[in-house]
């Protein structure tokens, strides 16, 4: 299983940037996708999850701006951020959990970096 993440890049203050995650290969019940992030010299945050139920929950800094959501049918993950701000500048990572009666998988992409400028 491959999860590979594509959106990252530099953006101003107040701009916009949509990430997405896809994962690959033999994959199936997937529960969870998460996104996480990852500033120099701190440590990894969840930002947001969605569950198989769609329900969301996301880190109070970025409520209302950011908007996670997933596409099923193609084992897709979407993070959509607005109002972009310095301080979101980070390594964001996408992590999706398969779960099944018996097995529990964990997966993470390699990662993509969102640098905010002000």
């Known amino acids: 299983v491959q999860l590979v993440e594509s959106g990252g890049g530099l953006v101003q203050a107040g701009g916009s940037l949509r990430l997405s995650c896809t994962a690959s290969?033999?994959?199936?019940?997937?529960?969870?996708m998460t996104w996480y992030r990852q500033a120099p010299g701190k440590q990894r945050e969840l930002v947001a999850v969605?569950?198989?139920?769609?329900?969301?929950s996301y880190l109070d800094s970025v409520k209302g701006r950011f908007i996670i959501s997933r596409n099923n049918a193609k084992n897709t993950v979407y993070l959509q951020m607005n109002t972009l701000k310095p301080e979101d500048t980070a390594v964001y990572y996408c992590?999706?959990?398969?779960?099944?009666?018996?097995?529990?998988?964990?997966?993470w992409g390699r990662g993509t970096q969102v640098t905010v400028s002000s």
């Open positions: 969605i569950n198989s139920g769609g329900s969301t």
């Open positions: 290969g033999s994959i199936s019940d997937i529960n969870t």
């Open positions: 992590n999706v959990v398969t779960l099944t009666e018996v097995r529990r998988g964990d997966y």
